[in-house]
């Protein structure tokens, strides 16, 4: 396989996007887990079904979407045009949402399951004894779930790094731009040049592998 | 010192409405399961609302429905034992214990600990799971804990009921001592006559949500209301021998 420039622009920009994907999803994913998880407010079912939904949905509807949102007409878009003559459509920031919100679900499912798993008694246990809701959240519930919380992070990570059809749709497939590797592997592939797919094939799968493996152990080690 | 509850509370299937008020000593809210023994400590902890009444503590307005006063758990100063204890399995037995010092001054922190750790028996423990320590073990450092903040009353729901008869008899004792020595009013709910007639100052009688007789252990004992009552200490010889030995 020849590690021309291309592949490692490919490499570094899916892992760049996977990175900033997963650090919005612990940053934005975690506490809507908790407060799917710990809170009861009108509408709790209809913002876990809104936010799983790309779970489900073929990732070029969750795209389409994301355009309706975000395009230069989008209802979110067109302020960013207006006010700052900027679009985050066919930009690597647009592979970066699109990650975001294909992975999501994953946080938001196994990170919820492991919060409400924990035993409310402790929780109660840690109000009585003068803890706030904020202490208690960081010192026994966070902790007590952080296997699950691991494993959604992990699960979210590497959802990122496959993203493909939501990202195409908002990122487009520019070369040297906005093509990661799963995009760059279409493109390889659709033009004929298998065996440069195909290199690229065997690494996403082992950096994947090696991910998955780093995050069996780690979690094995510091549990 | 002592305590005031007056509190109604409506769930799917099942009602409370109780009065009761204790002084400085051991009050047993005694009952069969499911008579609402621990909801009503739920209540007084603020962990539940309750629908209506008055909640005071120590001449402190916990709960009043009437004024629109509800405390947060945190600005009560309760010690609560939980029927399965509530350990934090994460922390070792020391960070336990001292997770219960929230607003004690840094200085008289250690100075607490170093006594209650004594006082408990588990200063040798400091640095292990509550997995690694035996159920009696972790009664006494469930109690430590809720003792750290020196608070104005102690609730204590069924913390005896997952040991053997020996070792709940240890505790047994060992209660009457921490009574001896911190001073506190303590409300303990149980469902075992024998506990009752031997820790008891008063017993306050639950059945299906709400109080059918409350008064002196010796009253209780010897002056059931009625055939509830009754029913609740029969064949309870054992218990009733214990409060003999008692008195």
């Given amino acids: 396989m020849i590690m021309d420039s291309s592949v490692v622009f490919s490499l570094r920009l899916s892992l760049q996007v996977a990175f900033a994907a997963t650090v919005l999803i612990i940053v934005i994913g975690l506490p809507i887990a908790y407060l799917l998880a710990r809170k009861n407010f009108p509408g709790k079912e209809l913002l876990d079904i809104s936010l799983t939904l790309p779970l489900v949905l073929p990732p070029t509807v969750t795209g389409y979407y994301l355009i309706l949102a975000f395009g230069r007409n989008g209802f979110i878009g067109r302020y960013l045009y207006k006010w700052l003559d900027w679009s985050i459509m066919f930009t690597w920031y647009a592979a970066v949402l699109a990650s975001f919100v294909v992975a999501l679900p994953l946080m938001i499912k196994t990170g919820r399951a492991a919060l409400e798993g924990v035993d409310r008694n402790l929780i109660n246990a840690a109000y009585t004894l003068g803890h706030s809701e904020w202490e208690t959240a960081l010192k026994v519930t966070l902790p007590l779930a952080k296997r699950g919380l691991l494993a959604g992070i992990v699960l979210s990570f590497a959802r990122a790094l496959g993203e493909f059809g939501a990202t195409l749709m908002v990122a487009g497939n520019i070369p040297g731009k906005t093509d990661t590797m799963p995009l760059a592997i279409y493109s390889l592939s659709a033009s004929g040049e298998r065996e440069q797919a195909a290199g690229m094939v065997v690494l996403l799968t082992l950096v994947a592998a090696l991910f998955l493996y780093l995050a069996n152990r780690y979690s094995r080690r510091i549990f | ?247």
């Avoid at chain 2, 758990?73 to 929230?102: C, E, W």
């Avoid at chain 2, 209650?116 to 799971?129: D, G, I, M, Q, S």
């Avoid at chain 2, 102690?154 to 505790?171: G, Q, V, Y």
Wanted: aromatic share 8%; proline share 4%; hydrophobic share 40%.
């Fill in chain 2, 1 to 247: 010192m002592g305590l005031s509850v007056c509190v109604n509370k409506k769930l799917t299937g099942f009602s409370l409405d109780v009065s009761w008020a204790i002084g400085d000593e051991l009050a047993v809210l005694f009952g069969f399961s499911g008579s609402g023994k621990s909801l009503t400590l739920q209540l007084i902890a603020g962990l539940m609302k309750p629908d209506g009444g008055v909640i005071t503590a120590n001449g402190k307005t916990y709960f009043d429905a009437a004024r629109h006063v509800n405390a947060a758990p945190q600005q009560r100063s309760l010690g609560y034992v939980f029927q399965d204890l509530a350990l934090f399995p994460h922390m070792t037995v020391r960070q336990n214990i001292l997770f219960g010092a929230k607003g004690v001054p840094e200085d008289e922190r250690n100075e607490r600990y170093r006594e209650l750790t004594e006082t408990f028996y588990v200063a040798a423990l400091e640095n292990k799971r509550p997995s690694e320590i035996s159920g009696g073990q972790k009664q006494r450092v469930a109690f430590a804990r809720a003792l750290m903040r020196r608070p104005d009353v102690l609730l204590l729901d069924e913390p005896f009921s997952a040991l053997d008869t020996p070792l709940r008899i240890e505790m047994r004792a060992f209660l009457k001592d921490l009574r001896k020595t911190f001073q506190v009013p303590v409300v303990l709910v149980t469902h075992d006559a024998g506990e009752a007639a031997s820790l008891a100052d008063s017993i306050i009688v639950y059945s299906e949500g709400s109080v059918i007789q409350s008064g002196s252990t010796a009253d209780v004992f010897s002056n059931p209301a009625d055939e509830r009552v009754k029913r609740l200490l029969l064949g309870q010889e054992d218990a009733l021998r214990t409060f003999d030995k008692r008195r």
